[in-house]
């Protein structure tokens, strides 16, 4: 044992690969101790069942998930694809492993939408089905393979099945409300959520769930009673405050959305805590103050367009000579930042939605023709 440069302690365990199944039971059996968790009944079957007795195979498994965290990259997909068939081949049971394969084809379907790639997920995913019938990993895969390929009722049916079989698989819950809140369910969603919050009433994840559903069906209300609820379990969590400073700007709390803020960015700053301080300010009239929380949030890190579109917002409202012209700058600069996000494929936020953005920042830039073309499209 250490401190590590963080201040707090750490254990370091080496051991050969022989020993590693032994070596993760005693770490995962130690952290249960210590932290008195709670364990159901599925959680504590998982932990004494052994997905493969083979220490080849679990080996390739546990580099190919190191991998798979980080599927932005196309060579860190391609090394996770490796390790899994490396897994597979030293050990063609290992149904884990094949959710693995499963989940890295889906990855790639959502770079480049290859059907192809596709029915490969699927293939992989439904071989983990058949060789663990009970599987909660392997339906979800399913599931989340059919939502990628449009088709929802089958993702409803396999995030369903997930559920039962272990009502705490936390992807199978969230991809379940999403994809019954798709298929304008919202009812069926709001269930979901709160059969969830009620399985853990003390996590919080399950609170933030059913509020990020209530934000997005405009229940901002909700939303921020149960991200108080989230909090309240919590207290020392920032992004849990960030998140309460949302709902409350929308509904006009404007002082206790600034608190939310402030505890979060004295806590952990973050471009995210900056910018929903800023946007309170801003619907305060107070553009100094709000201009200098996106000034903030902007030194972090890479801003994006729509962080530059509230600063040139914010300096464009304070009314002076030299603010009017940082806000022009600011304006061409997103609008460049948007002009690359709609020449993509594969973004976060829906292609409308972008040219709207893009839209309104050519309009401030008096380019109208421009702005009628992106919002004609």
Not at 45 to 62: G, I, K, M, N
Not at 162 to 191: F, K, M, S, Y
Not at 243 to 264: D, I, R
Request: with cysteine; hydrophobic share 45%; proline share 4%.
């Amino acid at each position: 044992s250490r401190l590590n440069r963080s201040g707090t302690a750490s254990t370091t365990l080496e051991v050969g690969r022989a020993a590693l199944f032994d070596a993760e039971e005693r770490v995962v059996a130690w952290l249960v101790r210590s932290l008195a968790i709670e364990l159901t009944p599925v959680e504590r079957e998982s932990l004494v069942a052994r997905p493969t007795q083979d220490a080849v195979a679990r080996e390739a498994f546990l580099q190919a998930r190191g991998h798979l965290m980080r599927p932005s990259s196309v060579q860190e997909l391609d090394a996770a694809r490796t390790s899994f068939e490396r897994a597979i081949a030293s050990d063609p049971s290992y149904a884990t492993a094949h959710v693995g394969l499963g989940m890295v084809a889906r990855a790639a379907y959502l770079r480049d939408r290859t059907p192809a790639i596709a029915a490969e997920g699927m293939r992989a995913c439904e071989r983990a089905v058949k060789l663990e019938p009970a599987s909660s990993p392997a339906h979800t895969c399913l599931g989340m393979i059919s939502f990628a390929a449009g088709d929802l009722q089958q993702a409803v049916s396999e995030f369903s099945r997930a559920v039962q079989q272990d009502p705490t698989n936390d992807d199978a819950i969230v991809w379940l409300g999403r994809t019954q809140e798709n298929l304008h369910l919202p009812a069926d969603a709001e269930r979901t959520y709160a059969a969830a919050i009620e399985a853990r009433p003390y996590y919080f994840n399950a609170r933030l769930w059913a509020a990020n559903f209530y934000r997005r069906q405009t229940r901002y209300d909700d939303a921020a009673n149960a991200l108080r609820e989230a909090v309240a379990l919590v207290p020392g969590h920032a992004p849990l405050h960030a998140a309460l400073a949302a709902p409350l700007m929308l509904t006009g709390h404007y002082e206790e959305s600034l608190a939310a803020s402030q505890v979060a960015i004295e806590a952990m700053p973050t471009v995210e805590a900056f910018v929903l301080r800023g946007l309170t300010l801003f619907r305060m009239r107070r553009f100094d103050q709000a201009a200098a929380a996106f000034e903030q949030g902007r030194a972090l890190g890479k801003p994006d367009a729509t962080l530059l579109t509230n600063l040139a917002r914010a300096y464009y409202w304070i009314g002076s000579i030299d603010s009017r012209s940082k806000a022009l700058a600011l304006y061409r600069e997103a609008a460049l930042k948007f002009e690359e996000l709609a020449a993509q494929t594969n973004v976060r936020l829906p292609k409308a939605d972008i040219r709207i953005a893009l839209a309104d920042v050519y309009a401030k830039l008096d380019r109208a023709a421009d702005a009628k073309a992106q919002l004609q499209q």
